[in-house]
């Protein structure tokens, strides 16, 4: 007598099979299914023709229908690595690119020669920015603004998960605020960074992909895109100790622009870097004495 499979697994539903018949890029459907499954993508190699119980492929195929209508591969699996780091993602937050990394890496490098570098990140969101600088920088002093309540929380868990509670530099100091407006008035900072909502009004990329599901608010003024850059820099010198640095991530084709705001309010070795494609991604100068 043949012995039948358990009632709750299907034996055409195996890992092989679904990924087969997915419709999307094998990379967003292997990250969906290790998800359901709590699998190292190895093993989806490995147990490729296992028997998967209905709950788990149902749990998948529904994954797999919300991504096909568009909603972002991050929010569904409420995680995205950025700077080594797993980052808690949700609805509330802008999800962490690959290319702000560059923002991190520059700043690090603007505090090497720093001894416990005190450090604003403003519009601070999932926190991506300013927890990796503390983790790469365990003495640095970090604060981190944003207007978002909402993203606050989401920054102050992946903080308190991510970082040692006996870094040197204390823990992250986290605090709603538009821009400078909350901030103690008597504070000053060696190195600023931002990632601010950059891209304008009538930009057709905020109704195309994973735009149509972040906030608003993160990804635009409502105006040219250069609204929250100019009260960044407009309050920068005011926020920053003697030789402290700003930097800025900012649109493709921002970067001329960008430098012309940071030359005005008297910053000096103004300069822009590329990412990873030669877009000129960010940019900074450092306050004159």
Not at 56 to 82: D, N
Not at 120 to 139: E, H, K, N, Q
Not at 174 to 195: E, G, H, K, P, T
Request: glycine share 8%; proline share 6%; with cysteine.
């Amino acid at each position: 007598m043949t012995s039948k499979a358990p009632a709750d697994r299907d034996s055409a539903a195996t890992p092989a099979a679904l990924l087969r018949a997915s419709p999307l890029p094998p990379l967003e459907a292997r990250v969906l299914l290790t998800h359901v499954l709590g699998w190292r993508q190895t093993q989806l190699i490995t147990r490729a023709d296992e028997a998967l119980d209905s709950a788990s492929v149902q749990c998948y195929l529904a994954l797999q229908a919300r991504r096909v209508a568009g909603e972002p591969v991050a929010q569904l699996v409420g995680i995205r690595e950025f700077f080594g780091l797993e980052l808690e993602v949700t609805p509330h937050v802008l999800i962490p690119r690959p290319e702000t990394e560059l923002l991190v890496e520059t700043a690090l490098i603007a505090m090497e020669n720093l001894a416990r570098p005190r450090v604003l990140d403003l519009g601070t969101g999932t926190g991506a920015i300013a927890v990796a600088i503390a983790s790469m920088r365990p003495d640095a002093q970090v604060s981190a603004l944003d207007r978002s309540a909402e993203a606050l929380a989401v920054a102050a868990r992946n903080a308190a998960r991510l970082l040692d509670r006996k870094r040197p530099g204390g823990a992250v100091t986290f605090a709603q605020s538009d821009w400078y407006d909350s901030l103690d008035a008597s504070l000053r900072f060696d190195v600023i960074v931002s990632n601010p909502p950059y891209i304008a009004s009538g930009d057709p990329h905020l109704s195309q992909g994973d735009l149509r599901y972040e906030p608003r608010g993160a990804l635009t003024d409502e105006a040219d895109g250069l609204g929250a850059i100019r009260a960044i820099v407009a309050g920068a010198p005011r926020r920053l100790a003697a030789n402290g640095v700003l930097w800025m991530e900012h649109g493709y084709d921002q970067a001329e622009a960008v430098r012309a705001l940071l030359v005005a309010q008297g910053f000096t070795q103004v300069q822009s870097e590329r990412d990873l494609a030669g877009i000129e991604r960010i940019s900074g100068g450092r306050l004159a004495d």
